[in-house]
C-alpha cells in the first residue's frame, strides 16, 4: 500500500479517454492507469475480496480497464467516478455470474455497449433521508470504542485504518507501525486479517481451528455492530 | 390508457418513471416464472420474442438487459416502452386501483408503501411530491426450480411476502408466522408443494420460539414434518433455487432502485428458514458464502438498509439461523460502504499497468509523454524547433595519441545551435538516466559537443524545448507539469543512433 497522494484525477482520466478514443494516439499514460486501478481496487469491498477466488477481482479489473480502453464511454455522463463504479462493480457481478456458472468470458466477450446514462436521478427527498442516514452513521462510527471500530474497519475498510488504529494494531501484536502497515497490506483474506487483530498461535493449516479462529472474528464483529446500533439509538 | 390513480390517502401516484420501464418490462413483465400471461389479455410470450431478437439473447438467465451497442438499445429501448405501456402498466395501474389491494398501514424508512394487490402483483411507492410514483411492480413466487404454482399459491404467496415484510413489530411478525403454521398444518404434507409451506413456516417458527402463540404452534407442525419421508425431503431440497437466489441479489444490486435488491433479501431469508427446516444445511452454508461476497457491493445510498438488517436480526436475534448471517452481512456492508465513503488513509499498490500498457520502453514513453507539446509546425517557432532537432549529428571522436580504447567505448552527440532566437532547454535520455540529464548549458557554439554517449546504447533520445518566455522548473518532468507555461513551450524530440 502506498501513501494517500494522487496527482491525476477523475476528469484528467476521462479528458485523456476522450482524446485516446478520438486519435488512438496517445493511449492514457501509466500513472493515469495506476490512478485507475488503485480507484477500482477500493471500490471492491474487502468481503468480496476475501469471498470470491483469488483471480477474479484482477481478472475483472484487467478486463474492465481493457473495455475503457477500447469502448468509447457514453459522452453525456454527469458523475464520471459514480458512473465507472457503477459500470465496474456490475462488471463484477457478470464476471462472478460466469465463474459461478463455470462460463469464461475474454476481452472479446465483453458486451459491446455501455450502462445506459439516462436513468433517473433520486428525487430530493430521498437524497436528503440518506445524507441524514449517513451523517448519523458516520457519527455512531466515530463514538465506538476503538477496539470495535478497528475490527470492523479490518472487515469492511483496511485501507481507512489511521495511524492511531495501526498503532493501537501494533501496540496489541508487538509489532512496529511499519510491520503492522505491512501486515495488513499482505493479508489477502479473512482469516489473515483476523490475525492481524487476534495473533494467537495457531496453525493455518489445521482446519478445524481455522474455523474456530474465523467463528470467534465473525462473533467479534457481531458484537462490534451490537454496539453500533445501540449508539444509532442515541445519536440524534 | 391511465397513467395514474388518486389513493384517497396517499394522493396521487404515477406509474413508473420512463427511464425504469424498459428494465422492468424485461426483468419483471417478460419473466416467465412470474406468469403475467395470467392476468393480463395480451400474449407476452409473443412479446418477449420480439424483444429477445432485437436484444440477441433470451431473457430465461438474463435477469438484466445487456449493455448492447447505442443502436440496439434505441430499439429496443423503444419496443419495450411500448410494451409497458399498452400492456404492464394496464395491469398494475388498474390492480392498484381495485378496493381489495392491501397497503402497508405506515411508510417505511424511505418513504415508501407497499401494496399488494388481489391478483397478487406486489408495488411499491415512493412517496414524493408533487405525485409519488411506483417504484416496481412484480408478482412473488416461492423460489423454487421446475414447479408450477397456481394463482391460488401466487396468491398465498403474495401475501405472506406482503405481511412478512410490512410487519416489522416483533409480536404482530410472529402472529402472522403462528398463522402460517396453523395454515401449513391442516395437511400431511404428500407433494413438494406441501412441504413449502411447512417447512417455510417451521423455519420461521423455529427463529421465535421465545413467542407462546408460535412455540404452541410448532409442536404440531414439528410432528408432521418428522412423519415426511426421506425422499420426498430429497425431491424438495432439489427444487430450492439458490442459485436464481444469487441471480436475484446481483440482479437486484446492478438497479439504481433498491428493491428488487430487498426482494431478493427477502427470498434468501426464506429459502434459509426453509433449509433449517429441512436440514439443508450444506446447501444453505454455500449459498452464504457466495451471497455475502455479492451482499458486500451494497452502495453507501442504500443506508436505509441497515435499520431493516437491524431490525431483522433484533426479530430474530434468539435464535443461532443463518438468517442471522445474512442480516448480519447487509448490516457489516453497509456499515463498510459508509466507512468507504472518506478518503482512504492508503491505497493499495496498482500491480496490473504493466499488463495493460505494451511495455513502452523507456525512449517511447517520453516521446507520448511530450507528443502534446509538439506544436504547429507553420509558425515561426515551430520551425525554428523542427530544424534545431533536425540539426543534432553524431560522431566518433577524434583519435588521440595513446588512446584506442577511448574511441571504441562512446560516440559523440554534435550541434551547432542557432542563434538564441528563443529560451530553450535540452535534455538526454538514456538508461543511465531515465528522468533526463540536462545539457542545456553545453547546448551553445562553443562546445565541439553535446555529449559523449556509450556506443552500447541501441540509441539515446534528445528532448528540446522552447519558449519565447523564460522556461520554468527544474527537472524535465516539471517544466513539462507547470500548469501557466503549458500554452507556451514547444518540445520536440529525436532518437540518436551511435554512427555505423
Keep these: ?236 | 390508457m391511465i397513467t395514474s390513480w388518486e389513493h384517497e390517502r396517499l394522493g396521487e401516484i404515477e406509474q413508473l418513471p420512463k427511464n425504469l420501464r424498459p428494465h422492468k418490462v424485461w426483468k419483471h413483465f417478460y419473466y416467465k416464472e412470474e406468469h403475467w400471461e395470467r392476468i393480463c389479455k395480451y400474449d407476452v410470450e409473443s412479446m418477449r420474442t420480439v424483444a429477445e431478437d432485437i436484444v440477441g439473447i433470451f431473457r430465461h438467465g438474463h435477469e438484466d438487459l445487456p449493455w448492447i451497442s447505442r443502436k440496439q438499445w434505441y430499439a429496443v429501448k423503444k419496443l419495450l416502452q411500448r410494451h409497458h405501456d399498452d400492456a404492464y402498466s394496464d395491469i398494475y395501474l388498474l390492480e392498484m386501483a381495485s378496493p381489495n389491494t392491501w397497503w402497508s398501514p405506515d411508510m417505511d424508512k424511505r418513504h415508501r408503501h407497499q401494496a399488494l394487490t388481489p391478483r397478487s402483483v406486489f408495488i411499491v411507492v415512493q412517496l414524493d411530491q408533487p405525485a409519488s410514483w411506483i417504484v416496481t411492480a412484480f408478482r412473488p413466487h416461492p423460489k423454487t426450480k421446475n414447479v408450477k404454482w397456481t394463482e391460488d399459491e401466487f396468491r398465498r404467496t403474495g401475501e405472506e411476502h406482503f405481511l412478512r415484510v410490512t410487519k416489522m413489530n416483533k409480536n404482530d411478525f410472529a402472529s402472522v408466522i403462528a398463522r402460517n403454521i396453523l395454515q401449513a398444518t391442516t395437511i400431511a404434507p404428500e407433494s413438494v408443494k406441501d412441504l413449502w409451506w411447512l417447512a417455510s413456516a417451521i423455519g420461521y417458527g423455529r427463529m421465535l420460539t421465545t413467542n407462546a402463540e408460535v412455540s404452541s404452534a410448532l409442536v404440531k407442525a414439528e410432528q408432521l414434518l418428522g412423519g415426511v419421508s426421506e425422499e420426498l425431503k430429497d425431491d424438495f431440497k432439489e427444487i430450492l433455487d439458490w442459485d436464481g437466489c444469487l441471480d436475484d441479489i446481483s440482479s437486484g444490486l446492478k438497479d439504481d432502485y433498491p428493491e428488487d435488491f430487498e426482494h431478493a433479501l427477502s427470498d434468501s431469508e426464506e429459502l434459509l428458514a426453509i433449509a433449517n427446516a429441512i436440514g439443508a444445511a450444506k446447501e444453505a452454508e454455500a449459498f452464504m458464502n457466495s451471497a455475502e461476497g455479492l451482499i458486500a457491493w451494497i452502495p453507501g445510498e442504500w443506508n436505509h438498509l441497515l435499520d431493516h438488517a437491524s431490525a431483522r436480526i433484533k426479530m430474530f436475534e434468539a435464535s443461532d439461523s443463518l438468517v442471522l448471517r445474512l442480516w448480519g452481512a447487509v448490516e457489516e456492508s453497509v456499515i463498510g460502504a459508509t466507512m468507504r465513503e472518506t478518503e482512504p488513509v492508503v491505497r493499495p499498490e496498482a500491480s496490473l499497468v504493466d499488463q495493460i500498457i505494451p511495455s513502452d520502453s523507456l525512449y517511447t514513453r517520453w516521446i507520448n509523454r511530450t507528443a502534446k507539446f509538439a506544436g504547429d509546425i507553420t509558425t515561426e517557432i515551430g520551425q525554428f524547433v523542427n530544424s534545431s532537432i533536425n540539426a543534432f549529428d553524431v560522431g566518433l571522436p577524434a583519435p588521440m595519441m595513446g588512446n584506442g580504447m577511448h574511441t571504441n567505448k562512446f560516440f559523440e552527440v554534435r550541434v551547432s545551435p542557432e542563434e538564441d532566437a528563443y529560451q530553450c532547454r535540452v535534455f538526454v535520455i538514456n538508461e543511465k538516466y531515465p528522468d533526463g540529464y540536462e545539457l542545456t548549458d553545453r547546448y551553445t557554439k562553443e562546445y565541439d559537443y553535446l555529449c559523449r554517449m556509450n556506443v552500447n546504447y541501441e540509441y539515446v533520445l534528445i528532448i528540446l524545448i522552447a519558449s519565447e518566455r523564460s522556461i520554468e522548473g527544474d527537472t524535465l518532468e516539471s517544466i513539462l507539469n507547470i500548469d501557466t507555461q503549458k500554452e507556451d513551450i514547444v518540445v520536440k524530440t529525436r532518437k540518436i543512433s551511435p554512427p555505423k
Design chain 1, 1 to 236: 500500500m502506498s501513501p494517500s497522494k494522487i496527482s491525476t484525477t477523475w476528469e484528467s482520466l476521462r479528458a485523456s479517454l476522450k482524446a485516446w478514443h478520438c486519435s488512438h494516439e496517445n493511449h492514457p499514460d501509466r500513472t493515469e492507469i495506476e490512478f485507475l486501478e488503485t480507484e477500482l481496487r477500493m471500490m471492491a469491498p474487502q468481503i468480496a475480496k476475501a469471498k470470491w477466488p483469488k483471480d477474479l477481482i484482477d481478472e475483472a479489473l484487467r478486463s474492465f480497464i481493457f473495455k475503457l480502453l477500447k469502448k468509447p464511454l457514453p459522452d453525456n455522463i454527469d458523475n464520471f467516478a459514480g458512473y465507472i463504479s457503477r459500470a465496474f462493480r456490475n462488471h463484477c457481478f457478470d464476471m462472478h455470474k460466469a465463474r459461478r456458472s463455470k462460463k469464461t468470458i475474454s476481452v472479446e466477450d465483453t458486451p459491446d455497449g455501455w450502462e445506459p446514462v439516462d436513468k433517473i436521478t433520486p428525487s430530493a427527498l430521498v437524497v436528503a433521508l440518506q445524507r441524514e442516514r449517513s451523517k448519523k452513521l458516520h457519527t455512531a462510527i466515530s463514538k465506538l470504542d476503538i477496539a470495535d471500530r478497528i475490527v470492523l474497519k479490518l472487515a469492511n475498510a483496511p485501507e481507512w485504518l489511521d495511524e492511531k488504529e495501526v498503532l493501537w494494531l501494533a501496540d496489541r501484536s508487538n509489532m512496529t507501525i511499519t510491520e503492522a502497515r505491512l501486515a495488513l497490506s499482505e493479508a489477502d483474506d479473512m482469516y489473515a486479517m483476523s490475525r492481524v487483530f487476534d495473533p494467537g498461535d495457531d496453525d493455518p493449516k489445521d482446519k478445524a481451528k481455522r474455523r474456530t479462529r474465523m467463528e470467534r472474528f465473525r462473533k467479534r464483529r457481531a458484537r462490534a455492530r451490537k454496539k453500533l446500533r445501540d449508539l444509532l439509538q442515541e445519536v440524534k
